[in-house]
């Protein structure tokens, strides 16, 4: 199995920081990795796909990048709507496993 | 609306059977991969299974293979979830997502196992 983690585990920011996570997977992956938001008592809301293709509708304040083994995703200028945890996901081989998540406190 | 509703979660006791379902709407259905993923109280995600476009195809992870079951209606636009022999670490939301890369997402079903 295809092992994720993400760094840091939490992270404290201010408005208009600009706030990059770090997801490293255990084998080369390509460029099958999705990023998500999740808020309190909500779903998870899709951000990113294929690395660095950014789901519809979704601000350009998130960017991804990566290939292989090492990912990131950036928010550019941190907003209070974006007080969340990101996960990121591989879906190169099975079974699909997801990032124990980082935690963005504003 | 492009959307994902689950539904069928509630309480049961130890060793009992749930069937999860996933309404559709909004987009070509039978033309995506859809899969199970859960979320125990208080922790991450976890894929569970997924199914192709046709339902030829079905993978698990190891902990609920050979207990739970996947499946699809396409003339109904849903995608099923059949849990049987359910343990007290199957407790979660339960929430159904469409694609590989998890494009859509349902609002989330609650499943408790408990006594």
């Known amino acids: 199995d295809i092992q994720m983690t993400q760094s840091p585990s939490s992270l404290s920011a201010s408005v208009g920081d600009r706030v990059t996570i770090t997801c490293r997977a255990s084998?080369?992956?390509?460029?099958?990795l999705a990023w998500f938001q999740q808020k309190p008592g909500k779903a998870p809301k899709p951000l990113i796909y294929?690395?660095?293709s950014l789901q519809s509708g979704v601000p350009s304040k998130f960017s991804g990048s990566g290939s292989g083994t090492e990912f990131t995703l950036t928010i550019s200028s941190l907003q209070p709507e974006d007080f969340a945890t990101y996960y990121c996901?591989?879906?190169?081989?099975?079974?699909?496993?997801f990032g124990p998540g980082t935690t963005v406190d504003i | 609306e492009v959307q994902l509703v689950e539904s069928g979660g509630g309480l049961v006791q130890p060793g009992g059977s749930l069937r999860l379902s996933c309404a559709a709407s909004g987009f070509t259905f039978s033309s995506y991969w859809m899969s199970w993923v859960r979320q125990a109280p208080g922790k991450g995600l976890e894929w569970v299974a997924n199914?192709?476009?046709?339902?030829?195809?079905?993978n698990y992870v190891d902990s609920v293979r050979g207990r739970f079951t996947i499946s699809r209606d396409n003339a109904e636009n849903s995608v099923y979830l059949q849990m049987d022999s359910l343990r007290a670490e199957d407790t979660a939301v339960y929430y159904c997502?469409?694609?590989?890369?998890?494009?859509?997402w349902g609002q989330g079903t609650l499943v408790t196992v408990s006594s």
């Open positions: 996901q591989h879906y190169n081989s099975y079974p699909l496993t």
């Open positions: 997502a469409r694609g590989g890369s998890h494009s859509l």
């Open positions: 199914i192709n476009e046709d339902g030829g195809r079905k």
């Open positions: 084998q080369g992956i390509s460029n099958y």
């Open positions: 294929g690395a660095s």
